[in-house]
Structure formats: structure tokens, C-alpha cells
């Protein structure tokens, strides 16, 4: 019988190399590959623990089989309240049942998801709001055991979001009995709001031109309109400046504008807000009063058109 030579780890079965490992190497090299296995998984393991996320491990059944110490934070509950405890103690009936359906379609279809929000109780029964996101996590033969994923807090986010929606909601409140007409647009001059008197005015309603640019500046008037809005940019505000703007229905009108742009949450401009006033009537008063001032200024030199004015 030929006499085998011993195996020894060679270049050729490294990983990654179409070699085994096992049973290949020295056993100073197997020393080796098992420390480096090891400093791995307690890096990793030192890293989870010390991310402001919190993230977990559950089972099919939802229940919290392993968790870092940002979850038990962002839960306002300790590490042992927690242990084998289900999702659905931590949120009311409701989001518990959210809970139930989206796990189990992440479990139908093994597609997860990222971002989803939750409502949360804790200990104390106040309210927190996280982001969850989750995958499906399977064991070697492809079995389906459970899910990971990652949670973060943003009560304060979603805190702050419910106030600038209800301050954005007094703010159109008082805008809607504004008798002059307004216009919020964002930054790329689409429109996002205009009040009841703007549509009085020229015809269009919000829902006409909601997340549109408005029709309404004249070919004559185009130079003079981005002219404005660089003026605008720059300076931030304009106070007072008469132009021409269309109908709905073609008419043209005399406007004087005054516009500002605004930030809601940075201090990067978020939009511009235009206030239009039509000075029409009053344009077409101001001529008939001038026509009649130079006609009365020159009835002394033809006394024969004073007649015409005796009315």
C-alpha cells in the first residue's frame, strides 16, 4: 500500500480558495483562525453593545430572544423585563396587531422591510415612537426561525413633525382670511398653499396647481419675474414691487408683490411666500385722474372745451 503523506494547510485550501479548512492545517494555524474568529466576534459583539440603535434578535412567536443595552433605552425597560417577552407587550392593541401582520408577511414572502414607525409604552405608560426595521433570518437548511433588525428612537422627531403640522395648520388658518392674495411655493417655484382670496382673484384653485408652477406671469414680464426671484434669493425679502400677472381666463391684471422666503426646520431657505395685491382699478383711477389734471391744466388756454367738463 502506497503510503499517504500528512495533510498540511496549504495556499490552496484557504477560504474562498475551494479548499476545506478542517483537518488541513497545522495546529498552530488552527490556533490561529480560531483567535481571529474569536477577536472577531467579540469586536462585533463589542460594537453592537455600544451603537445608540438598539437591535434584536426574535423569534417566529415575536418573542426577544437577544437584544442589545440601546433597546432596553429605547424601551424604558431593563434587560430582564424584556428577556423572552413578546412585541405586543410593549404597544397597545392596535399596534400590536400592525406588528403581527407585517412579521408574518416578512415570514410569507422573505422580503423585510426599514422605517417602519411604532408606538411604543413604557414602563412608565408614556408614549415613544421608534423606527423599526426587520429581516427574516434563516438556519442552514433554509428554515425560517425567526428575525433581526434595528430600532430607533424618534419621539422627538415625530414631536417636533406634530408641532410644525399644527403651526402650519394655524398659519393657513389665518392666511385663509388674508383679503390679498398668497402663495407659498417650494424652492423650485411649485406651488404648495394659496388662500381663498387668491382664487378669487385670479381664478385657480389649490387643487389646480398643487406641486405645478402657475401660469400666470405674461411673455413681457418673464425678464422682470427672474430678475426678481435672483433679488429675491439674495436679499431674502422683497418689499414692494408692481409687475402684470394672467387670469385664469386671460384677463391681465396690475400687481404690486411683496415676497420673503422662509425656513421651517434648518437655516436653508424651505420656500418663498408671495403676497399679491391687485392694484388694477386703482392703476386705471390714477390715469383717469392724470388725463383729467392735464385736461383741466390746459381749459384756460381753450376755453371752448370747458363745457365738456361742467358734468
Not at 412567536?61 to 429605547?74: K, T, V
Request: glycine fraction near 8%; hydrophobic fraction near 35%; aromatic fraction near 10%.
Amino acid at each position: 500500500m502506497k503510503e499517504e503523506k500528512p495533510k498540511t494547510f496549504t495556499k490552496s485550501s484557504q477560504p474562498g480558495e475551494g479548499g476545506e479548512i478542517a483537518g488541513d492545517r497545522h495546529p498552530e494555524d488552527a490556533y490561529f483562525m480560531t483567535a481571529c474568529s474569536r477577536l472577531s466576534g467579540e469586536r462585533y459583539q463589542a460594537f453592537v453593545e455600544n451603537i445608540g440603535e438598539g437591535v434584536y434578535e426574535v423569534d417566529i412567536h415575536g418573542n426577544f430572544l437577544y437584544f442589545n443595552n440601546s433597546l432596553c433605552r429605547i424601551f424604558g425597560y431593563s434587560r430582564e423585563e424584556i428577556q423572552f417577552q413578546s412585541f405586543a407587550k410593549f404597544m397597545d392593541e392596535g399596534y400590536a396587531e400592525r406588528t403581527f401582520k407585517t412579521f408574518n408577511r416578512i415570514y410569507r414572502t422573505g422580503r423585510g422591510f426599514s422605517d417602519l414607525l411604532w408606538k411604543i409604552i413604557d414602563k412608565e405608560g408614556k408614549e415613544r415612537y421608534i423606527e423599526l426595521s426587520a429581516g427574516l433570518i434563516t438556519n442552514r437548511e433554509g428554515e425560517r426561525i425567526g428575525f433581526r433588525g434595528i430600532v430607533r428612537e424618534v419621539t422627538e422627531k415625530v414631536a417636533a413633525q406634530e408641532a410644525l403640522r399644527r403651526s402650519e395648520k394655524r398659519y393657513r388658518t389665518l392666511l385663509d382670511f388674508v383679503p390679498y392674495p398668497i402663495v407659498v411655493f417650494s424652492l423650485d417655484g411649485r406651488v404648495t398653499y394659496l388662500n381663498p382670496a387668491f382664487t378669487e382673484t385670479f381664478g385657480w384653485t389649490l387643487e389646480e396647481l398643487a406641486g405645478k408652477t402657475i401660469p400666470y406671469v405674461p411673455p413681457d414680464q418673464e425678464m422682470d419675474t427672474k430678475q426678481i426671484l435672483r433679488r429675491l434669493l439674495d436679499e431674502k425679502i422683497v418689499l414692494r414691487h408692481e409687475t402684470r400677472r394672467l387670469t385664469k381666463d386671460g384677463r391681465v391684471l396690475d400687481v404690486v408683490l411683496r415676497a420673503g422666503v422662509f425656513s421651517e426646520s434648518s437655516p436653508e431657505p424651505s420656500g418663498e411666500l408671495v403676497i399679491l395685491r391687485d392694484i388694477t382699478q386703482e392703476k386705471r383711477i390714477a390715469r383717469n385722474n392724470d388725463a383729467m389734471l392735464r385736461l383741466s391744466t390746459a381749459l384756460p388756454e381753450y376755453p371752448e372745451l370747458g363745457g365738456l367738463l361742467d358734468y
